[in-house]
């Protein structure tokens, strides 16, 4: 069975919510675990989500399953719980990796196109988003829609609907990328300088500058976050 993107985050979002009562020691060695529908309830998600983080943590050791008596803490769970984390590192690492490189092959393409044909009026409300950005980065709020209402507002200066309902349908995908945990004041800061690079690009409707200016953001974002995930 495919698991979809929306779901697998919310399962590893219970994973690893599950390991940190077990690191927190809500949950001990031998503790039986509240039964599916209870966790689903106190998670607010469904059933299927739990039994698929359950799944994930019996893989590595964490938990055990006895049938006809429910699932229980393993006796060595803290070994295995720090294994399970780098594992989860190492495959969260690896998406964001693909979700880059995804990136870096259509935005600065999109851009380029953008350059070709936006109008005065677009030109302004992008105008408008770096400035509620800039805004809202010195308040300290987050920035991560603004950001994205920024790309989306190139998508749709390109005029081209197939690019626009693209852009839409993969929002769930590229916010992986956005996500509010990898923000940071330095990533904030750098994203508003490149935006602004790019928007002077389209500004001049130069089509190579304003692929070039995206190209840039994108490697800028990714070594920032990269930098970030490994503590580099």
């Known amino acids: 069975m495919t698991i979809s993107i929306r779901q697998k985050r919310i399962y590893e979002e219970i994973t690893t919510r599950l390991q940190t009562m077990v690191q927190n020691d809500d949950l001990k060695p031998g503790d039986r675990l509240p039964p599916e529908r209870q966790l689903a309830i106190m998670f607010g998600v469904s059933r299927n989500s739990v039994r698929e983080a359950i799944k994930s943590l019996e893989q590595h050791g964490v938990l055990i399953s006895k049938p006809g008596a429910g699932t229980y803490i393993a006796e060595n769970s803290q070994a295995n719980l720090a294994m399970a984390m780098g594992d989860a590192f190492a495959r969260e690492r690896h998406r964001l990796d693909d979700i880059f490189e995804l990136r870096l092959l259509l935005e600065p393409q999109i851009a380029h196109l953008a350059a070709q044909r936006i109008t005065k009026k677009e030109l302004q409300k992008m105008q408008s988003l770096i400035s509620a950005y800039t805004k809202n980065m010195r308040d300290g709020l987050p920035v991560y829609f603004y950001d994205q209402a920024f790309h989306d507002a190139i998508a749709a200066a390109t005029g081209n609907q197939s690019i626009t309902l693209l852009m839409d349908q993969m929002h769930e995908l590229l916010r992986?990328?956005?996500?509010?945990?990898?923000?940071?004041?330095?990533?904030?800061?750098?994203?508003?300088?490149?935006?602004?690079?790019?928007?002077?690009?389209?500004?001049?409707?130069?089509?190579?500058?304003?692929?070039?200016?995206?190209?840039?953001?994108?490697?800028?974002?990714?070594?920032?976050?990269?930098?970030?995930?490994?503590?580099?």
Do not use: Y
């Open 176 to 232: 992986e990328s956005r996500d509010e945990a990898l923000q940071s004041s330095v990533r904030s800061a750098k994203s508003l300088e490149d935006h602004q690079k790019i928007l002077e690009a389209l500004s001049m409707r130069d089509p190579e500058r304003a692929r070039e200016a995206m190209t840039d953001h994108l490697k800028h974002t990714r070594e920032i976050v990269f930098t970030s995930t490994t503590g580099e």
